[in-house]
């Protein structure tokens, strides 16, 4: 921002808030300053390439190969990942991975290859080397299914941070998806993605994953420094009836050159990336259910917006407190004027099965004799710029500081703060805005790019720390909760993110803006985080900004119900305030949520044990079918149910890819056959859902307790399904329920499969698609 912006951004501040625009141009003047002292100027810069090959040193599950100006470290680990590392640089230090460097394979053989190029063979990828350090991704078959062409580093001749370019192609036919989800589309286009959150993607994180005939591969460049990613897919028989390969470029501006690579079924890549950067956090049961949020006046109101749903018969399970409930905007404190008897509201939820979540921000206002400000000053805990002061922004309550993540003492301190929202009854928390990866008020971070950071002692500045951030925010909160309630699954919400962050809690990627474009993009959003190993992610239904339509407002519902975390937000006013009509089929949906929880209970168990998401690409089970890989209008919900939602107004059919088998409409049970497109019934009351024939569905019955819902094989077909009962929010590790299902006749069978033999299910079974006609 120059000095005419910052001109134009005063002129919009308006008169009521001028105290605030003058801190916020002041603000953004000292981030302009001590970038301009604290980060060495960017001058002429000397190009490097790797050079030729010199030699080759073997080590237990690859080896180190020397290049004339650079040296690339070879790692094959237990399980197939696989570690290229340039300039010496190691697995470690890393906020992605979860217990440090993994167990090296010893059966992966580093040994020449032909032209004077190296190789290492695993058992699920082989990995060749040329003299000049180009580097090619195999499947054990040998089919390349990456090249990466020797990398480019420009170094200042002073010394300090190298930027560095690594470009890669992949197959014609290869599809890309990740980074972090865009709302552009799972599927990733031409283009060039950021790495920066909060700029175009509030969770920006170097993950693809890379889909073609071949196999699928996971890339992850293991550096947090800013940067971008450029893609370009390929075209088959371009150009005289030859392949044009895809492209992906990365640049980074510091940081190492280091990326992981797993081969294999999707499936099995992200079974093994979870396996390195850490199993997504399990939440409490509640959490799966509905969830409303808003910025609530005083006890009151939440009061009604609760009574409103249960006199409408619309199930509710958590209840949302913005930021607003603090008191002068200071984190850990309580408007006690408007929220007097907040402990005893919170008993109140509670007793009608209803939780309170808190907003938690990370911006501590700079008020002497507060004690969060005088806590954190007197162990350290705020971020410094290069001379040792500590560094101050703009927040929601004005002028303030922001804890240093990276540092454990500061983590430690801030995890013990959140006693107070536990002793308030709170018992989730959403780290919502004003974490240094979102913006001020003028739209830009609110630390300087020369703030120092604890970097776990390395030390270092904000341009590698930022996009970490959230992550150390949400590591603080579960530790500290883990500490504090050691019987109970943490719930924690953060809006921000990186590699890793799903070890401590789900995401909220920001706020999506209202109108048909942000109900795709949340569909999309969601699908791209759960590819780079997030599954429990969701997105405001309604959007933010502008009032949605009824019918806008009941699709992104009926969307909502079938996502990981499904919440709705007062600003997109409540279902019953948009007619009788918006509110019955409202009531349909949520009921159709809570009758779903034992499987989506089910579905996050599965995740946490095998990194799968619970919302997956309709590829997921296929990724050579290239008619799945390029639908991006539907998902699959596990493995049992294909949701296919109204992503268009005006709309009352429409048509919806199939997977290979049967699958059933699960409202009328009629019949389809795929693999193919079908056209089907999306009337206003509903969207599309299909099962899968064979599969075995827990839902919650009459009763309340989880029945079996068992959808026909087709004649001579099996199927089966997954059960996994869950007390609600402890640790005990459940028993898993497997059942199997075949058809005998007019009818079916089901069995419970253990280690004991078979059995009669123990839950009531009901078979639904009997009499469905394909």
């Known amino acids: 921002m120059n000095g005419r912006d910052l001109v134009r951004s005063w002129g919009g501040v308006g008169a009521g808030r001028a105290a605030r625009g003058v801190r916020a141009v002041r603000a953004a003047w000292h981030r302009r300053r001590s970038d301009a002292l604290g980060l060495p100027p960017r001058g002429a810069e000397r190009a490097r390439v790797p050079g030729q090959v010199r030699g080759a040193e073997p080590e237990p599950g690859g080896g180190v190969i020397r290049f004339a100006r ?123 993605y950021r790495l920066w959150n909060g700029d175009a993607a509030a969770l920006a994180v170097p993950v693809q994953m890379v889909v073609a005939d071949a196999s699928a591969h996971l890339v992850f460049h293991d550096t947090t420094w800013d940067g971008s990613v450029v893609l370009r897919e390929g075209e088959e028989g371009a150009g005289s009836g030859h392949d044009r390969a895809g492209r992906c470029e990365v640049r980074m501006d510091g940081g190492p050159l280091r990326c992981w690579v797993i081969v294999g079924p999707p499936a099995r890549v992200l079974g093994t990336w979870a396996s390195l950067t850490g199993a997504p956090a399990l939440p409490p049961a509640w959490a799966l259910g509905h969830q409303h949020a808003g910025d609530f006046t005083d006890e009151q109101e939440v009061r009604e917006a609760v009574a409103g749903h249960q006199e409408r018969d619309l199930p509710l399970d958590a209840v949302h407190l913005d930021a ?161 309630s050691p019987g109970e699954r943490p719930f ?127 590829w997921w089970g296929a990724p050579e079918d290239r008619g799945l890989r390029d639908c991006e209008d539907a998902f699959l919900l596990g493995d049992a149910l294909l949701v296919a939602p109204v992503l268009e107004p005006g709309t009352e059919r429409r048509a919806v890819r199939l997977p290979r088998g049967r699958w059933y409409d699960t409202v009328t049970e009629r019949a389809y056959e795929g693999p193919g497109q079908v056209l089907v019934d999306a009337p206003r009351s509903r969207i599309p859902v299909l099962a899968r024939a064979g599969a075995v569905v827990p839902v919650r019955g009459a009763d309340g307790t989880a029945e079996l819902e068992v959808w026909a094989p087709a004649a001579g077909r099996t199927g089966g399904g997954l059960v996994v009962p869950d007390a609600g929010g402890g640790w005990a590790r459940p028993e898993i329920e497997r059942y199997v299902t075949r058809r005998d006749g007019a009818g079916v069978v089901v069995t419970r499969e253990s280690d004991d033999g078979t059995a009669e299910p123990s839950r009531p079974v009901r078979v639904r698609g009997l009499g469905g006609a394909a």
């Open 70 to 192: 650079s040296e690339l470290r070879i790692m094959v680990a237990v399980g197939g990942a696989v570690f290229l590392g340039w300039d010496g640089a190691g697995p470690e230090p890393s906020y992605a991975l979860a217990a440090g460097a993994p167990e090296v394979d010893p059966r992966a053989v580093l040994e020449p290859d032909k032209d004077g190029g190296w190789r290492v063979v695993a058992e699920r990828v082989t990995v060749v080397v040329s003299r000049l350090g180009a580097v090619e991704v195999c499947t054990p078959g040998g089919l390349v299914l990456r090249r990466e062409l020797p990398p480019r580093w420009w170094e200042p001749p002073a010394g300090g941070a190298a930027r560095w370019t690594q470009r890669a192609e992949v197959a014609a036919d290869a599809r890309f998806f990740g980074l972090g989800g865009h709302a552009s589309g799972p599927r990733l286009r031409d283009g060039t």
């Open 324 to 484: 607003g409930h603090h008191d002068g905007g200071r984190p850990f404190t309580v408007d006690q004027d408007r929220f007097p008897k907040l402990p005893g509201l919170a008993e109140d939820l509670r007793r009608d099965g209803i939780r309170l979540v808190s907003a938690v921000e990370a911006a501590v206002p700079a008020v002497p004799g507060d004690p969060v400000y005088e806590g954190g000053s007197a162990v350290g805990a705020f971020v410094r710029d290069a001379s040792g002061r500590t560094v101050r922004g703009e927040g929601r309550a004005g002028e303030s500081v922001f804890p240093d993540f990276t540092h454990a003492r500061a983590r430690a301190w801030w995890g013990g703060l959140y006693e107070e929202r536990l002793e308030q009854g709170f018992d989730g928390f959403w780290h919502g805005a004003h974490e240094p990866s979102a913006r001020d008020v003028f739209g830009e971070p609110p630390l300087p790019r020369s703030a120092r950071h604890a970097l776990e002692g390395r030390g270092g500045d904000h341009r590698e720390a930022h996009n970490v951030d959230a992550l150390g925010m949400a590591r603080a909160a579960y530790e500290g909760l883990r500490e504090l």
């Open 492 to 618: 924690v919400l953060s809006r921000s993110g990186w590699a890793g962050s799903q070890r401590y809690g789900g995401v909220w990627p920001g706020d999506v803006t209202a109108g048909w474009p942000g109900l795709r993009a949340s569909l999309s959003v969601v699908l791209g985080l759960g590819l780079c190993g997030m599954p429990y992610a969701g997105t405001d239904v309604g959007g933010l900004g502008a009032d949605p339509s009824p019918e806008l407002y009941l699709r992104w519902l009926q969307l909502g119900a079938y996502l990981p975390l499904l919440r709705t937000r007062t600003g997109a006013r409540a279902p019953w305030e948009f007619g009788s009509g918006v509110l019955e089929h409202a009531r349909v949906a949520l009921l159709e949520r809570r009758r779903l929880l034992p499987y989506l209970v089910t579905l996050a168990h599965l995740a946490r044990w095998t990194g799968a998401p619970c919302v997956r690409p309709l």
